[in-house]
């Protein structure tokens, strides 16, 4: 009878929160004067103060900013930290209580509790001295929860034991400081940390089933270091905070999304095919199209992101910051979008919002006063590396009126389908914008969503929504109103989990758990360093990678190449005629499940339920399921594991309990447990569920998607810079064996 | 006239401090309630305090430390940090005052001023609520102020800008976080930074005339990085902080000296050669001595770290930590020390705090009860690669005395003259020591002080203080009571500001603005790494680097050589005939100079005058001189700017106002000026005043000693490693090349 009493105690517990109206309280406030306070949603404790362990801090200090080209060096000195052990409650008598925290008769501060229609509790603190620039807030923890969210953070899927500062930049170059690709990196000002991304957010959910949104673009610090609480630091004035529990992480997930903004759906060209990235004029536009059609690729747009033209710079060629067509380096272009566009093939371009001083824009902005400007009034001007730019103002109704009207004069009026919205994290604290003469500081947090707000307006006014399609990296609360997809900006062209393949899916799946669920990755990674090579590794794109991160873009809601920073450096999809075949073969698995996967982004653009999701979200009982942070479920009924490491050609995959069936032989596997599977080159490690509605589909893939065959020619035609086996030589193994050897120094 | 009017122009200011009786006040105190407060000594000005800028903080917070190996990582979570802004004063009639600090009604803090016969003013805090740990003590600074001392620290010679832990432990590889030699270092968790070092001291000297020390143990930190304050901070009971000024740097280093404890002279044996680091047994150390006789090498001594036998482990071979002389590996050594010591040669050996657990030693101390215990009240026994070690319990006077007789039997009545008395750094955190029940923790910067003391008391007892000499790397206030030398530890087998060759200066000149002025190095480095050559570098020691390291030593009180931790990887002194020689040539040297360098110890133990000084506490009103690290002046009369850059054959070296000779052709400079030297290998830049009484001496020097012949076979047998240029490939410049590349990855 065992296996009978087994099956019998999978019990699938549903509670429910009460919905709550504005009227009565979502919470509840316990306390006993001098002693102890409590705050709780339903079973949920949220706040727990005493004297000795007080739950808010007030302080003052000095916060810092250093900037290069995107990475910042923030310094918080804080002077006065102090912990505020008394308190008086004043309660109301309608949805909200006012707590009075006291300090002896040296500080007050007052925390306003109420509920929302949207949120069950709402805390609104005020500091009565404005001395005190720098406050912390605690809410209970126990040493066992997980936490998820905070924006796309790349490093862990499970955030605890970490500070996590919340501040747009530059996701910087390995991530990893004990990568030795991060340390050369940090020589260069460019290097990152676990925590940089370009789209970090206050907004975190935890296995205790809350969530908790800070409301405010202020410098913030969420610290999931301690055992016993999260502590989050807000610089500045505070505002509010919003919680809400739910029955389930997915109910969690779908209530932030929709509470943020839900982002659409895409348009229906963007499952038709692969996103070719490729640049060089129109002549070789053309021809990569073509090249791409006879091997097999089916193409759903060509993506030219020098469109507007380049710079000869001493670091190589760069883009002319100066959105608007370059008819010398794209003769005939409109026209070649119209004839492409016939032949069911989309044309997408690139825009940021900076614009090179030598660039008509520029002036034009600068005359129209558009621009951010410096201490002088005049315009700022950034260092891009050899060409300066000055920052279109988003705080200004009027500049942003006129960028849209360069988006659609310039890009949607040219029949252009979509476009790369880069940038967006590298407004300079001490630039001084429109809006009541606030300083890039205050405003940096907000940039992106107003950087995705002036593409989502010219995209709207021009009733193309739906049609075009654009991608942004930077983001923060409220992107998903109006950017159409992310994407994971520039991970290294290496298997390193800091900052290369296997970073994009914690990536995804975080993201997805602070309301945005669609997001894709450059397939190939972007960031190469060739000239590494002298020092016995080298940071260049091999065909492997190329290809097992096209694999796994078949499981993200859009497929779409980027030859990187150095072209020449890398393997591109173009190299040979075996790897673009084995690319088209996978673009054409990514084309062929395109209904399940249109159906989940459906999903996503209705209820926020993301479209990748951590395995937990769909299988929340299994303890297992809440461990494993490089396999993830796509849409409900598919699990994928893909291959994130060189020279493997098995995976040890975890299914959780149900029937799941293997993508590349059928063969059938009960779950609750790891199975080891064959994953050579060309066949990423995903399962489907017996009993899914989709499992046609699935189980076709096998036999229509045959492995392209080896010519005899592939290793020496195909492989840059000598590298014959197509292994990255991790900097991690190299150094592990070091670490052994190190230890020999010492008497 | 321009000439004489700037003659006329050097005027040097002499003010004095009066002394001070023990029932005046030494210090001035100005306050007016409510608005600020200000002490003084003379016209210095030591504390400035207003409500909106207090000079003191309390806090309460965890201070967490990981130990490994001697290296600490230490984590200090500050909760409550409180600045006091309100104050009342309760004048004393006699010799103090006492300062009432509060914040409302919730903090009290009691500040004693007072003045001591040495101390004019002496400022004693307690804090009325023992929950506040955390102390933090403002002084007054000048955004430009320079400051020395802390002990030994090896990176810089003014410290400010930086923040500095005070806590005894290894000084760690690479030291400096940019260097890829740090990098891999900080992944075997023994790297180091800039501060990390074996002895530091809660002491400094401003160049605004005053000394300021902490009289306590506790862990501290010294934080020099704010413009307009240093600030001190203190775990735990705070204690004194005393303050005294005079009328130069000069002054207050001899002052403090004095205070915290002088140092004997050195026996006369250490002036009259090398000691040469051998080992290997008797037959090898006989061999090396005679070779080294044979070849012009004057010896004064023979040091055999591995007397007592060694382990062979996967890590190679490793001293057997059970102190006494090993008759297996060292046959006939009582017979062979006296037949040396009546050739005028003595035999020094090798000593550490720890026993090896397989050891007769750890036995007896462990039966005695002379080991530091762990929570169970066992011996605590620490990993040191592949064995473990108990600890003598230095807070025991029975242990001490039960070491040190250890030391007299098994050493001093063997015949030894010294040893390396290694180690004193490691005393682990959670350990329990015998004094009060203390953790290691509450005594850990003691450690070393008792550690030299217990060595000190074996010599004093035996009455062979003058004649036995030993030598410790760790160190704090006190130590120059009981040290008869201090070495500056493990430096790296290379050129490398952070670690190598260069950091043992401003080590020396910081030492000695610490109280003790007579310490030396390894010559030649010690931590080597020649597993690094697989990454393309290789740290190992180049005959260059041991050459310009002898040259260096010179101008120390003590010649002697270490074969580093790969022996067999590393030059040695003995490698060839050729190197020998010109080791044995520079050795001369430093024994030809060695009445003018005994002077100058005896200077020291007299009066406290370092025998190496920074050039500024020579020549005070050159602003210069108060901007040179890399030179020093050795004793009075001599300056020196050892070559401390692989592949130069000249140098540049600021001379002060004066007339100056150079040692190696007599040319005669007038100072205040900058000169090019050359300083090929063999020719140390070393420049004598004209009018010095000790003219003759350093005259002869270039007649005296001829650079040796270099041989024929020079490259082909000396250099190790294929390293056929003696140019150590310095990570820095590796990696500067690569910085501007990397900036070429962004697009």
Known sequence: MLGLGYIFTVVILVTTTPSVSADTKGYSLKYDIG????????????????????????????????????????????????????????????????????????????????????????????????????????????????????????????????????????????????????????????????????????????????????????????????????????????????????????????????FLGLQPELPDWVYTGAILGVQGGTDVMLQRYKNAKKNGVPVSAIWIQDWAGVLKTSFGSRLFWDWKWNSTLYPDLKNKIKSLKDDGVRVLAYINPNLNTNGELFKQAAQGGYLVKNNSGQPYLTDFGEFYCGTVDLTSEAAKQWYKGVIQTNMIDLGLSGWMADFGEYLPPDGVVFQGNLTGREVHNKWPVAWAEVNRMAINERNVTGDVVFWTRSGGAGSGKYTTIMWAGDQNVDFSYGDGLPSTIPAALNLGMSGIGITHFDIGGYTTASQYKALGFALVRTEELLLRSAEAAIFTPMFRSHEGNQPKANVQFYSSEYIE???????????????????????????????????????????????????????????????????????????????????????????????????????????????????????????????????????????????????????????????????????
């Open 35 to 258: 002693k102890n306070l409590n705050v709780s949603i339903g079973n949920t404790l949220i706040f727990s103060h005493t004297p000795q362990s007080p739950m808010v801090f007030v302080g003052a200090g000095q916060l810092n900013f250093r900037e290069f080209r995107g990475n910042f060096f923030i310094n918080n000195y804080v002077e006065d930290r102090i912990g505020l052990p008394s308190f008086t409650v004043s309660e109301g008598t309608g949805n909200q209580d006012t707590i009075y925290f006291s300090y002896g008769n040296m500080v007050n501060l007052t925390m306003v509790l109420s509920s929302t229609n949207l949120h069950p509790l709402q805390v609104s603190v005020t500091i009565s001295n404005p001395i005190f620039n720098d406050f912390w807030l605690r809410i209970v923890a126990t040493p066992e929860e997980q936490v998820f969210g905070l924006g796309e953070q790349f490093s862990y899927l499970n955030l605890r034991h970490k500070n996590y500062p919340i501040w747009t930049r530059e996701q910087g170059v390995g991530r990893n400081k004990s990568d030795i690709v991060t340390f050369f990196a940090d020589k260069a000002l460019a290097g990152g940390d676990y925590h940089t991304t370009y789209f970090p957010q206050p907004t975190f959910i935890s296995d205790r089933k809350y969530y908790c949104h800070y409301d405010g673009t202020n410098y913030v610090e969420v610290n999931l270091q301690p055992l016993t609480f999260h502590e989050i630091y807000v610089n500045g004035d505070v505002g509010n905070f919003l919680f809400k529990t739910e029955s389930s992480i997915k109910n969690l997930t779908q209530q932030l999304a929709k």
């Open 581 to 747: 075949k084995c690319f088209g073969r996978l673009a054409s698995i990514f084309v062929h499940i395109s209904n399940y996967t249109k159906n989940y982004v459906r999903d996503n653009a209705l209820f926020g339920t993301p479209v990748q999701r951590p395995l937990f979200m769909e299988f929340p009982d299994d303890p297992t399921a809440w461990t494993i942070t490089y396999q993830y479920m796509f849409g409900s009924d598919v699990l994928v594991a893909p291959v994130i490491e060189s020279n493997v050609s098995t995976m040890n995959v975890y299914l959780p309990s149900g029937q799941w069936s293997y993508i590349w032989d059928s063969t059938d596997y009960t779950g609750s447990k790891f199975v080891t599977v064959n994953a050579p080159l060309g066949k990423p490690p995903a399962f489907f569920k017996k009993n899914s509605v989709w499992a046609d589909v699935f189980s076709e893939i096998k036999t229509k998607f045959p492995l392209i065959p080896v010519p005899v020619t592939f290793s020496s035609t195909s492989k840059p810079g000598g590298n014959t086996n197509g292994v990255y030589r991790d900097s991690i193994s190299v150094t592990l064996v070091l670490i052994s050897l190190l230890r020999s120094i010492f008497i």
